[in-house]
C-alpha cells in the first residue's frame, strides 16, 4: 500500500520536474534575466530483510521493510533566485519530500535574501538551511553526495533542516588556505514523527578551512532551547510533579530546555579519492538522550563509477534522567519506557556505488548492514525485532538542473 | 617492415600534435582588467567556486562555453583536475546551499569574447585560437 502510494506521487513529482526543466531552458535562453531556476530531485526505493520494523530516515514517520517502499528517499525541490544587483539577492527553496507528518506537503525550505557586502562577506536573512553538519544545507541534493543519502547514524541526531533567522559568513584566504567563519541566531520549528519540535533561541558558530588542495576540516557549534510537544510526556511530567519523585519530572520535562549539538567533520576529495568523517555530540537537559555519532566514508573513482564504504555508529551517552521512582511499579516502568523511547544506538557497515550515468544525473545503489541495540532507529518496531543485524538495500537515480 | 613503422609514428606524432593543438585554451578577461597572469589554482578556484574575488579584489563575473564544447572539457580536466561530472556536483553543493551562482553559459567563443569585452570584471576560457585584441589572455591551458 505504501509503495503504491509512492508511485502515484513519483510521475507527479517526475511531471513537475520536466516543467520546471523546461522553463529553466526557457528562462536560461532570456540570458539577461535576473532570476535562476535550479532543481534537484531523488527517485528512491528501499527494502530491508527483516520485517517487524520500518527503515526511515528519523522524523518520517513511515518507511520500509521486506515490501519496498519509495517514500524513504523520494523527494524533489525546486530552487528560485533573484540577484537584485552586484550586492543583494534573494532565494526562494521548495521541497517536496516525506515530511514529518507523513504527508508530502511542499514546504519553503528556504526563503531569504542575502546582502553580499564585500565578496568574501555576506549576510542573510529570512529561512535558510540551518548547518549542523558538513553537508546540511545539501542532505537532501542527492546528486551532490556521494553516498545514497547522509549516514542516519550522525544526520538521524538533528533532523532539522531549516531555521527562521539570520546569519554573516565571511571567507577569507590566511596563510594561502581558504578559511570561512559563521555565526547565525535563530529559532526553528519542524515535526518529528507527528510531534512538534521547536527550537528558540538557536545561537551557532561554523568555521571551516582548506588544510591543502581538496582537504577541508569543519567545526560547529549550535546551542539553543529545545521543546518537544509530546503530550504524553507532558502528563507524565505533571504526574511525577504530584509525587515525593518531582525530580525525575524535572529532568524528563521537555519544555525550553537547554540543548547543544558539537561537530568536527574532514572531507577530502582530490583526484580518484573522496573521504569524509565526522564525529558528532548532541546534549540536551530533557527526556532525549545525549548522544555521540560518527562515520567515515572512502570511496574511490573508476571513471564514471564511483564505489565506496562506509562505517557509522550512534551511542546513547545518556538518556539524561536518573529514575529513582522505586522499582517494582507502573510508574517505574513508564519513566524508563519515556526515558528509553528516544535512544535509538545502532552500528552501520554500508557499501555502495555511485556511477555518474549522464552529465547531470547519477545512479546508485547501496547496501547497509545495520545491528541495533533495541529497535535502533528502526520505527514500529515489534517485539523480537530487537538487537538484530538487518540488511537495508536501496537504489536511487538522483538528477540536479 | 622499417619504414612501415616510422610512417605508423609519424603519423601518430601528427595525431598527437593535432590534438594538443586543439586543447589549447586561453583564459581571458576584459583587457582594462587590472588583472595580469593568473595562476591555475587561481582561475580553479573561481570556477569551482571556491572563491568569487578576481586577484584585483573585484568580485570576479565568470562564464562558462556550452556542456558539449571541446574547449570545456579540456579547460576545466586541465586547470581544475576534475572532470564534468565532479564539477556539476561541486556547483550543486554551492547552489543548494545557497553559497554561489554557477558561471553564466554561452553559446560560442564569439559571444563569450564580446561578454568579457563589455564586462570589466568578466573571466572566460575559449579555444587559443579564438584570441584577438578584444579580451587578455591571463593563463594557457592545454
Known sequence: ?401 | MQFKMNKILAGAALLVAAVAAQAQVAVVVNPKSSVGNMTADQVASIFLGKSNALPSGNAAVAVDLPENAAARETFYSKATGKSSAQVKAAWSRLVFSGKGTPPKELGSAAEVKKFVAANPDAIGYIEKSAVDGSVKVVLSVE
Open chain 1, 1 to 401: 500500500m505504501m509503495v503504491v502510494k509512492s508511485w502515484r506521487l513519483t510521475p507527479l513529482a517526475l511531471g513537475a520536474a520536466l516543467a520546471m526543466a523546461a522553463a529553466g531552458a526557457q528562462a536560461q535562453a532570456q540570458s539577461e534575466s535576473m532570476f535562476s531556476l535550479s532543481g534537484f530531485g531523488t527517485v528512491g526505493v528501499v527494502g530491508t530483510t527483516k520485517d517487524g520494523g520500518e527503515y526511515v530516515i528519523p522524523g518520517q514517520t513511515q518507511g520500509a521493510d521486506q515490501s519496498l517502499s519509495g517514500e524513504v528517499d523520494t523527494k524533489l525541490g525546486l530552487q528560485v533566485g533573484a540577484k537584485f544587483n552586484s550586492k543583494f539577492s534573494a532565494t526562494v527553496q521548495v521541497l517536496t519530500k516525506q515530511n514529518g507528518k507523513g504527508n508530502w506537503t511542499p514546504q519553503i525550505e528556504w526563503a531569504y535574501g542575502k546582502y553580499q557586502a564585500t565578496p568574501g562577506l555576506a549576510f542573510r536573512l529570512g529561512r535558510m538551511g540551518a548547518p549542523f553538519f558538513a553537508v546540511s544545507d545539501f542532505r537532501d541534493v542527492g546528486y551532490a553526495n556521494t553516498w545514497l543519502r547522509p549516514p542516519i547514524d550522525v544526520y538521524g541526531q538533528v533532523p532539522v533542516s531549516h531555521f527562521d533567522g539570520g546569519d554573516v559568513n565571511w571567507t577569507t584566504q590566511l596563510a594561502g588556505h581558504s578559511v570561512t567563519l559563521g555565526a547565525f541566531a535563530g529559532q526553528s520549528q519542524s515535526y518529528v514523527r507527528n510531534v512538534k519540535v521547536e527550537l528558540k533561541d538557536m545561537v551557532g558558530l561554523n568555521a571551516s578551512a582548506e588544510l591543502m588542495d581538496g582537504l577541508t576540516v569543519r567545526l560547529g557549534h549550535v546551542m539553543g532551547k529545545v521543546t518537544v510537544n509530546n503530550a504524553s510526556v507532558n502528563t507524565l511530567v505533571a504526574t511525577l510533579r504530584g509525587t515525593p519523585y518531582a525530580s525525575v519530572g524535572n529532568q524528563l520535562d521537555p519544555n525550553g530546555k537547554d540543548a547543544t549539538f558539537s561537530s568536527i567533520g574532514l572531507t577530502y576529495d582530490e583526484g580518484n579519492w573522496v573521504a569524509a568523517a565526522e564525529f558528532t555530540k548532541r546534549k540536551t537537559d530533557t527526556f532525549v538522550p545525549d548522544t555521540t555519532g560518527w562515520y567515515t566514508t572512502l570511496g574511490y573513482r573508476v571513471g564514471k563509477f564511483t564505489p565506496y564504504a562506509t562505517l557509522s555508529q550512534q551511542k546513547t551517552d545518556s538518556v539524561n534522567v536518573d529514575n529513582t521512582v522505586p522499582s517494582p511499579s507502573a510508574l517505574h516502568t513508564i519513566v524508563d519506557t519515556v526515558a528509553n523511547s528516544q535512544s535509538t544506538p545502532q552500528k552501520t557497515i554500508g557499501l555502495g556505488m555511485r556511477w555518474d550515468a549522464w552529465r547531470n544525473i547519477a545512479v546508485k545503489a547501496q547496501y547497509d548492514s545495520i545491528k541495533t541495540t533495541g529497535g535502533g532507529q528502526f520505527y514500529n518496531v515489534q517485539p523480537g525485532f530487537a538487537n538484530q543485524r538487518v540488511g537495508v538495500y536501496s537504489l536511487a537515480v538522483d538528477f540536479v538542473f
